[in-house]
């Protein structure tokens, strides 16, 4: 299966909203609603911050949210921060308990 | 504190083999699917492999089945990944991943540091 298709890059300046897309195909984003979102600084570990597209895990701040149409995720992130500017990958089980990421959107806080 | 430590990488020559291991703590492992995520320096994470809770149910991506196996001792509180065959190409930071459910689903909450497999003669 082909990675879930991302923008390679993302920018917005601090207070602004900015929208990353993830799109998929009718075998993954548009079949399930599990569809997660992650964020990743240099060289740390990735970070949930978004599952079954809309949920946030505790602590993780209401300017992250999620969303779906059809085959294409979004996650969108208002009242930009510098801390915000991290890389973010959003996945999709697949079915089969098998799970596809996207290739990774670079956000750029301005 | 919660934390996945994993452990077993280091460098390997193509066609060799490695074992991973992922130890778990500070929370109860037996109820979660465990998986494991591999990540190239400077590129994308890729999905490796994922277990279910007991066990039974394990799956793989097509660029490791037949070669890698993962596996889990719910008694010890570990995660294994017996990885065969290496090629260039599994080279990557390993992380060991807990997912929400328990089966894979993609919800990975808690990830270990990572363990680096370098694959090269």
């Known amino acids: 299966q082909s990675a879930l298709t991302q923008p390679p890059s993302a920018s917005g300046s601090p207070g602004q909203s900015v929208t990353i897309s993830c799109t998929g195909t009718?075998?993954?984003?548009?079949?399930?609603?599990?569809v997660s979102w992650y964020q990743q600084h240099p060289g740390k570990a990735p970070k949930l911050m978004i599952f079954e597209v809309t949920e946030r895990p505790s602590g993780v701040p209401d300017r992250f949210s999620g969303s779906k149409s059809g085959n294409t995720a979004s996650l969108t992130v208002s009242g930009l921060q510098a801390e915000d500017e991290a890389h973010y990958y959003c996945?999709?089980?697949?079915?089969?308990?098998?799970?596809?990421f996207g290739g990774g959107t670079k956000l750029t806080v301005l | 504190e919660v934390q996945l430590l994993e452990s077993g990488g280091g460098l390997v020559q193509p066609g060799g083999s490695l074992r991973l291991s992922c130890a778990a703590s500070?929370?109860?492992?037996?109820?979660?699917?465990m998986n494991w995520v591999r990540q190239v320096p400077g590129k994308g994470l890729e999905w490796v492999s994922g277990?279910?809770?007991?066990?039974?149910?394990?799956n793989y991506a097509d660029s490791v089945k037949g070669r890698f196996t993962i596996s889990r001792d719910n008694s010890k509180n570990t995660l294994s990944l017996q990885m065969s065959s290496l090629r260039a190409e599994d080279t990557a930071v390993y992380y060991c991943?807990?997912?929400?459910?328990?089966?894979?689903?993609?919800?990975?909450?808690?990830w270990g540091q990572g363990t680096m497999v370098t694959v090269s003669s």
């Open positions: 991943a807990r997912d929400s459910y328990s089966t894979t689903r993609g919800a990975f909450d808690i």
């Open positions: 277990i279910s809770v007991s066990g039974a149910s394990t």
């Open positions: 996945s999709s089980y697949a079915g089969s308990t098998s799970v596809i």
């Open positions: 009718s075998s993954d984003v548009g079949n399930y609603n599990f």
């Open positions: 500070g929370f109860t492992f037996s109820p979660f699917a």
